[in-house]
């Protein structure tokens, strides 16, 4: 635990670590409190206030019914945020399960393993989100489903690398020696160590969740109306491009930044855990 927090203080100490850190509390804030950030529910439609510009009452203008911008792009923050993190943590989940044991048993289930995630990682991830959403349905399910599956290959990937590598280490003979069961040495000693390098993938693989989140929601696959979804706005949008273009421009650029600003942060966090890159007390 101390070990994470210093890790943590280091990437924060950075400019870009904490300008990065800094904006995506923000954005996670904003989503978490948008009932009461926000005088506007984000279904509530007055036609007569339609393609309003940015004004006191608005601040980012209306959209083609009325809506408050600023408000559905709060609440699209919960939904495209909330979906991809959860997908993603799913996927680092059963990923590291089968890719640890995979790696330490070894035999028949490592080479079904191998063979399962080299044949999806053959397909980009925007395919097989489209080939599962095909099959369970457009919506919030699907695209939690897609998201998962697309991402997982990595995940098992990495783990199963990790513990190949560590398991003939001189603390896993020392232990089985001592009596220490397959199971106690895989999780006790071998899944912690691999902890570190799968979860900064996964935050990294996270930005990219957003924008597959985004992509699956702008072609109509991912939260259904009126569910807003920063895809799903930037898809309604579309029509309205040079009448009123703060209705693509705004959630465009929550999503161009946010991936930004994850990226830079899970760089800080993989500089931070470097020892020889971090400065020297006095």
Known sequence: MREALSTLAAALS????????????????????????????????????????????????????????LTRLLYGARTSLSVSAVAIGVSVTVGMILGAAAGYFG???????????????????I???LILVAIVGPGVTGTLAAIGVAYLA?????ARGQIMALKSETFV???????GSDGFILMRHLVPNTLTPVLVAGMLATGDAIILEATLGYFGLGAQPPTPSWGSMMSSGTAQLFKAPGIILFPGLAVAITVVAINLFGDALVRAMDVRSRPRMA
């Open 127 to 129: 395919l097989i989100a």
């Open 14 to 69: 950075t400019p870009k670590g904490a300008l990065s850190a800094g904006w995506l509390v923000a954005v996670v804030a904003g989503a978490v409190f948008a009932p009461l950030v926000s005088p506007y529910a984000y279904d509530a439609q007055a036609l007569s206030q339609a393609f309003r510009g940015p004004e006191a009452a608005h601040w980012l203008g209306t959209d083609e019914f009325g809506r408050d911008l």
């Open 173 to 179: 003979e020392a232990a089985r020696s001592l009596g």
């Open 107 to 125: 035999g028949r289930f490592d080479r079904a393993v191998t063979v399962t995630v080299d044949l999806t990682w053959s397909f980009p991830e």
């Open 154 to 158: 990595q995940f098992a990937r990495l």
